[in-house]
Nanobody, 122 residues
Framework: QVQLVESGGGSVQAGGSLTLSCAASQFTSSTTCMAWFSQAPGKERQGVAGIYSWGTTTYFADSKKGRFTISRDNDKKMVYLQMNNLKPEDTAMYYC???????????????WGQGTQVTVSS
């Protein structure tokens, strides 16, 4: 069983930055891919970015490419999402997830954190 705990969310003005963190209880074959998803009120959960245990990254959301950076520290069992130039449309609950492959389909991830709220004001 893998437990994921996110932190780092908050309220910022447009153009600001935040770094989200995800602490995993362990890294196993089930955590080959660690990913971030976002879910705005009334909308479906969407993939933001994923990173494999060996460091290869993939970004699912075109609207966030170039502004968001995912990284991973296997020794510390941590995953990060650096978010720059935040926009009001980035407002959402952000979830950390673990799964066997980095794809944008949330149903393929077996482990989820409780989420951390990001609110961007204009």
């Amino acid at each position: 069983q893998v437990q994921l705990v996110e932190s780092g969310g908050g309220s910022v003005q447009a153009g600001g930055s935040l770094t989200l963190s995800c602490a995993a209880s362990q890294f196993t074959s089930s955590t080959t891919c660690m990913a971030w998803f976002s879910q705005a009120p009334g909308k479906e959960r969407q993939g933001v970015a994923g990173i494999y245990s060996w460091g290869t990254t993939t970004y699912f959301a075109d609207s966030k490419k170039g502004r968001f950076t995912i990284s991973r520290d296997n020794d510390k069992k941590m995953v990060y999402l650096q978010m720059n130039n935040l926009k009001p449309e980035d407002t959402a609950m952000y979830y950390c997830a673990a799964g066997p492959a980095c794809i944008g389909d949330s149903t393929t991830y077996g482990y989820w954190g409780q989420g951390t709220q990001v609110t961007v004001s204009s």
